[in-house]
């Protein structure tokens, strides 16, 4: 298959961050990662990342305001011709920092929120936050930024749909994005408290198409349906390898942010080898490209050129079998699994209490062989 360049570079920067949340998805041994890429480093990743063809950058984390060296990130970006997105808890962004990544070029922020009130937001991210966050959200609109805001829906959010989207009109956001949680990482650890049942899934889309008519033309909503239930594959990071290439913060190049838990795979690390060769040359990028890699039912499927077979990493995870088909599609041999989950969640049933992301649950985790425990 012809192999086009990525277009998309995602730099996480780093895993350290302030909050504690319950659907985080860096990996749950974050905390037994290696040490964090030189500012150099970086530099030279945006310019090989740019040489390639890449256009869109995103900086994340953790919480990339933890870096000291931001600024000169972002000031290479733009030199480069990036367009440049930082996507941010808040924490950190004081008026003086706001104004220095605008000046040094930052194009875009988004800016995540946990919940619409002090109390949830708060106890989600197991932080006082919640004021913060306000107050940043008139940071960005100051400086001219389009004010973008991110809330990860799951469980014990969804509820507050309405509340959640008119906080963000009254914040003056041009768009939001209610990206329900993806059960990877702390997510799949806390996925028996967190996956909503199907009526609350219901309700929650209703609420969000009268809030589209009533906002018509100020603000756009963009609601991410969750794979559990919906009984078809998504196609991964719009297919493994074609557009979409992570730097984690230990410089491991990834075609996705969490590949790096499937076992058997080589993924090159920026210290030692080029993008260009991660991109194009290495096992971790190749593996699951296209669709000569697949096994039944994804071999034979109508629908094989649209979902490529879904995710890796979910296949992993519940199938523990990277090439099987994503058991999220209803023609998958394991979609019991999730239906299973799904069932869970309707009769309220939660296997232990919430896992809050913590650097002594991330070592404890990485002691059980560096992955979340399986989930029957």
């Known amino acids: 298959m012809s192999i086009g360049p990525p277009l998309w570079l995602l ?46 950058l995103g900086l994340s984390g953790g919480e990339p305001l933890l870096r000291d060296d931001l600024e000169v990130i972002v000031a290479e970006a733009r030199r480069l011709g990036f367009y440049s997105n930082l996507l941010t808890s808040g924490v950190g962004l004081t008026e003086a920092r706001a104004a220095a990544l605008k000046a040094a070029g930052l194009d875009h922020v988004q800016l995540s929120f946990q919940d619409s009130t002090r109390e949830m937001n708060d106890f989600l991210s197991h932080t006082k936050t919640f004021t913060l966050k306000s107050r940043v959200a008139q940071l960005i609109k100051a400086q001219g930024w389009p004010m973008v805001m991110n809330v990860v829906i799951h469980r014990l959010n969804i509820d507050h749909i309405g509340r959640i989207i008119e906080m963000a009109a009254e914040l003056g956001a041009e768009y939001i994005e209610l990206a329900n949680t993806q059960y990877y990482s702390w997510a799949f650890v806390n996925r028996a408290q967190l996956l909503p049942t199907r009526e609350q899934l219901r309700r929650a889309e209703a609420v969000t198409d009268e809030w589209r008519r009533r906002l018509e033309g100020r603000m756009r909503i963009f609601f991410v349906a969750p794979d559990y239930h ?49 991109w194009f ?18 071999a034979s499927c109508e629908h094989k050129e649209e979902d490529l077979g879904g995710c890796r990493c979910q296949a992993w995870l519940l199938a523990h079998d990277a090439e099987a088909a994503d058991p999220v599609c209803r023609k998958s041999p394991q979609h019991d ?40």
């Open 281 to 298: 040359d290495s096992d971790g990028f190749n593996r699951y490209r296209g669709t000569g890699w697949m096994k039944e039912p994804c």
């Open 11 to 56: 730099a996480e920067v780093t895993y350290r961050c302030p909050l504690h949340c319950v659907f985080c998805y860096n990996p749950v041994d974050y905390a037994a990662q290696p040490a964090e890429l030189s500012t150099d480093d970086w530099l030279r990743v945006l310019r090989e990342g740019r040489e390639m063809g890449a256009v869109q």
């Open 337 to 376: 699994k999730v239906l299973a989950a799904v069932a869970q969640a309707e009769a309220g049933v939660t296997e232990h209490p919430l896992v809050f992301r913590d650097p002594k649950e991330s070592r404890r985790l990485a002691a059980l062989t560096g992955a979340p425990p399986a989930v029957a």
């Open 230 to 278: 919906e009984g078809r594959a998504k196609k991964c990071v719009n297919g493994w390898g074609s557009m979409f290439l992570t730097v984690t913060p230990d410089g491991s190049a990834l075609p996705c942010h969490t590949a790096k838990m499937l076992p058997g795979l080589r993924f090159p690390n920026v210290r030692e080898a080029s993008l260009r060769e991660a």
